[in-house]
């Protein structure tokens, strides 16, 4: 949850947290996995993991 004091920063950063979670529900969902898309648990892990994941595989350049 956010308060009026938080800063900008600590707001932009949330909204980027709720956005991955809520489109990696998406591409659950629209893969026909919707017995994931429900896992609030595995979603909310692969939101929360996927900046490390982009790093470690940007780092060793297998994005493509």
Same mark, same amino acid.
């Given at each position: 949850? $956010?308060?009026?004091?938080?800063?900008?920063?600590?707001?932009? !950063?949330?909204?980027?947290?709720? +956005? !991955? &979670?809520? +489109?990696? &529900?998406? /591409? /659950?969902?629209?893969?026909? $996995? #919707?017995?994931?898309?429900?896992?609030?648990?595995? +979603? #909310?892990?692969?939101?929360?993991? /996927?900046?490390?994941?982009?790093?470690? /595989?940007?780092? &060793?350049? +297998?994005?493509?």
């Amino acid at each position: 949850m $956010l308060l009026p004091v938080d800063s900008d920063a600590i707001k932009q !950063r949330r909204y980027n947290e709720v +956005v !991955r &979670h809520e +489109v990696i &529900h998406a /591409f /659950f969902h629209e893969s026909g $996995l #919707d017995r994931y898309s429900a896992d609030e648990e595995l +979603v #909310d892990w692969l939101a929360m993991q /996927f900046p490390k994941l982009y790093r470690l /595989f940007k780092e &060793h350049e +297998v994005l493509e």
